[in-house]
């Protein structure tokens, strides 16, 4: 958990090409520099982040919020898919990274109404 934790805080510093994401999550970008990651971060259900993945599992996520302070974040016991609950955080513009098994990491923006 603490190694997830501190590559995804890594990822998030390092990170310039968040603020430049499409809200409609269809434009995750791979931050580890290392080709594109399978894992797609889009709009789910209301009050939810899909989390999915055709050939990498993955094994955790950190959400931020527009200030940079990270609101939530979960290891994951390696999954191909999870809707990750948000209703508790309020409206606004967040950033999602999502680890895969490999260390890779995807970001996107995610848009709470």
Do not use: C, W
Request: aromatic fraction near 6%; hydrophobic fraction near 40%.
């Amino acid at each position: 958990m603490k190694n997830i934790i501190i590559i995804l805080l890594v990822i998030f510093a390092s990170s310039d090409m968040l603020a430049q994401q499409a809200p409609n999550g269809t434009n995750s970008t791979d931050t580890s520099g290392g080709g594109t990651v399978g894992i797609r971060i889009g709009n789910g259900s209301s009050g939810r982040v899909d989390i999915s993945s055709d050939d990498e599992a993955i094994a955790g996520y950190i959400i931020y919020d527009a200030n940079g302070t990270a609101v939530q974040s979960a290891s994951i016991s390696l999954t191909y898919h999870v809707l990750v609950n948000v209703d508790s955080l309020p409206s606004g513009a967040y950033h999602v990274v999502a680890v895969a098994e490999n260390g890779e990491a995807v970001a996107d923006t995610y848009f709470k109404q």
